[in-house]
């Protein structure tokens, strides 16, 4: 290929670059005044509409970035009085405390395993201190509830009860036969297995203004505060749901599987007073009691839920669960009843998510 070729390619090109060349120069040094003042022109002022818009987003993002701070604050500093009130409680070896959510309009606790270990300790007779909070903060593994004793921070449910059980030499289960524990051990399994999911599930998902009204009566909080907190529970519960079987279920199916639940609790107590007898509670009594008792006593909410209706039209669930919310709670049961009717509407208020 000879020589001239690529001269000739060049040659046509030069003038092009020339060109670009050129304009650009004109464009970054132009030489005329009209035209250095056309390229300095100063850009238009903003209309009033602009200037408010523009004034009301600062406003916005001040606020926003204030209300961040302040909460961060407010976060930071309830995690330290919470560390020094661990360090306080792990100071004083002697005595129990008990971590838990808080109480419920309808329940000793908003959680149901709150709510099963206070009720295993009262049971036995076993002193403790409650202490409420949101915050899992000192916790092995994360969890509420969690204990403090002789310096020991315990959570999980069943690393709980066997040191309860060790430490204080319980036997409320030992007249218990094998038949009968197998029974309680079946029930106790059920129970967390479906119905607590479903609790949650009404609560959180399905109904979620009801979660926003119980919780921000229950923690003192705003209802915006409320909200946010049952949202971001609710995306994390979905999560959880969609990898087990029950998640794949509809609300109609949960209520029929509920509902069967609570049939065979009541088959089992029967004319009794207890699971087992008329006379001794078990610490399966205390499981199925935590479990059931969020539901007793929001028959008014049956519109939202079936499951509502089926504990509060049971007359053996009812005297049940009145029975040992006496005999354990009777400091704190009072409101239970008065529930009914002070909070009948409010969890109606907010439209549902």
Not at 250 to 257: A, L, T
Request: a positive charge; charged letters at 20%; aromatic letters at 10%.
């Amino acid at each position: 290929m000879k020589l001239g070729y690529f001269e000739g390619i060049f040659s046509h090109a030069r003038p092009s670059l020339d060109n670009i060349v050129s304009t650009a120069r004109k464009r970054v040094f132009p030489r005329s005044s009209k035209a250095a003042e056309k390229l300095n022109k100063e850009p238009s002022r903003l209309t009033p509409f602009q200037r408010r818009l523009a004034i009301g987003a600062a406003v916005v993002v001040g606020a926003i970035t204030a209300y961040a701070t302040l909460s961060r604050l407010f976060t930071l500093f309830e995690r330290r009085r919470c560390l020094q009130l661990i360090q306080q409680c792990e100071a004083r070896e002697t005595e129990l405390f008990l971590f838990i959510l808080p109480r419920s309009p309808w329940a000793p606790s908003l959680s149901p395993a709150c709510t099963r270990v206070e009720a295993f300790l009262r049971a036995n007779g076993i002193p403790y201190k409650a202490i409420e909070t949101i915050d899992p903060l000192g916790a092995p593994n994360g969890e509420l509830p969690f204990l403090i004793y002789k310096r020991q921070r315990v959570d999980q449910l069943p690393k709980m009860m066997e040191l309860i059980t060790s430490e204080f030499n319980v036997a409320m289960d030992s007249t218990l036969t094998r038949d009968q524990r197998a029974v309680g051990a079946s029930l106790r399994r059920t129970l967390e297995y479906s119905v607590e999911r479903l609790l949650y599930r009404i609560v959180f998902i399905d109904h979620p203004s009801l979660a926003v009204a119980q919780i921000t009566r229950a923690l003192h909080i705003s209802h915006l505060r409320a909200r946010l907190a049952v949202h971001g529970y609710a995306i994390k519960l979905k999560k959880r749901l969609a990898i087990t079987a029950y998640g794949s279920l509809v609300s109609e199916q949960c209520e029929n599987e509920f509902s069967q639940d609570c049939e065979a609790i009541e088959a089992q107590i029967g004319h009794k007073r207890y699971l087992f007898s008329d006379t001794n509670m078990t610490s399966y009594d205390c499981a199925v009691y935590a479990l059931l008792v969020p539901f007793a006593y929001m028959g008014n909410h049956v519109s939202l839920s079936a499951a509502y209706s089926t504990v509060a039209d049971s007359a053996v669930l009812m005297a049940y669960i009145n029975r040992i919310s006496k005999r354990l709670f009777s400091d704190i049961g009072s409101g239970f009843d008065a529930a009914r009717i002070s909070f009948s509407t409010s969890c109606m208020d907010g439209d549902d998510d």
